[in-house]
């Protein structure tokens, strides 16, 4: 047993360990989210510098918009398309490059440049590929498909930008499935195989069920990423054709820089929160039963 003494020393050891994590947490983290709550109880002007108090009057004014419930859509639509894309894609990928003898560093690589480019800057890039008729999206897809000028397209604006969400992850979920997959034993592949289990069994017994949570991390960061879009989305069509394709990001960025709305553009921004706490809550609840279901 512990003296008393020596107990009093490892707890305040850890809290000077800890200490420097929870200041940032709290600066970071906490305070921003009850600055949100105080604005959005207040309207609040950046030119007089003037606090008003006005309790539930901008939530009453903002939540039954039907601005923020299309951009709620809008986003909902946008992580519904771009999710499965980059985690699926983000897992095959890695299975072939896994697989690979040689020049599996080559296309690791490959696959990682859009998280190293600046999102904004390739954007300006995709918008001239999805201009009308001259553009190589355009000019090629749309030309078999008979579909043109996406991003003043009511129905395809947001899939056209979900199209480079999903490409811009794609490199990040590669990256944290190459990593699930050097963490599974290979003596359980060889084992399965002696047992005469082919390569999808093999996936389907083995693979998958240690890359729980490798998948898990990637389907939280990817849903996080995908409801918070905003660079694409202001770059390419700056939420239209008709608010079309406007997030919750973007209606945020809309109320309280363009119209200098602070206390609605806080209420956007509490939405915005309780939906990403909600989807990630969700998210690592059934991840953990998923996982505890697997190791069983």
Excluded: C
Aim: aromatic residues 10%.
């Amino acid at each position: 047993m512990k003296r008393p003494k020596q107990a009093r020393r490892e707890h305040a050891l850890g809290w000077v360990m800890t200490g420097p994590a929870m200041l940032l947490l709290g600066v970071f983290v906490l305070a921003p989210v009850l600055l949100v709550l105080v604005l959005a109880v207040f309207d609040y002007s950046p030119f007089t510098q003037t606090f008003q108090f006005v309790g539930l009057r901008n939530v009453q004014r903002v939540l039954p918009s039907h601005e923020l419930w299309q951009a709620t859509v809008n986003t909902i639509l946008y992580t519904a398309i771009t999710v499965p894309l980059t985690v699926g894609g983000g897992l095959v990928i890695a299975l072939l490059i896994h697989g690979l003898s040689r020049g599996a560093g080559f296309w690791r690589s490959v696959y990682f440049l859009p998280v190293a480019a600046t999102l904004t800057a390739m954007s300006v890039v995709w918008r001239f590929l999805f201009y009308p008729d001259s553009g190589l999206i355009d000019s090629t897809v749309g030309g078999w498909f008979g579909l043109r000028d996406w991003l003043d397209s009511t129905a395809l604006a947001l899939p056209a930008v979900a199209v480079v969400g999903s490409w811009a992850g794609l490199g990040s979920a590669v990256i944290l499935f190459l990593a699930g997959l050097s963490a599974v034993p290979q003596h359980l592949h060889e084992v399965a195989a002696l047992d005469g289990a082919g390569s999808w069994r093999r996936f389907w017994t083995v693979t998958w069920p240690a890359l729980g949570p490798a998948t898990v991390f990637t389907l939280v960061l990817t849903v996080r990423d995908a409801l918070r879009v905003f660079d694409q989305v202001r770059v390419m069509t700056d939420g239209g054709p008709l608010n079309s394709s406007q997030t919750l990001s973007v209606l945020l960025w809309q109320r309280g820089i363009k119209f200098l709305d602070i206390g609605g553009s806080s209420v956007v921004n509490l939405v915005l929160l309780i939906v990403l706490l909600g989807t990630t809550l969700l998210q690592l609840r059934f991840g953990r039963r998923w996982e505890a279901g697997g190791t069983r």
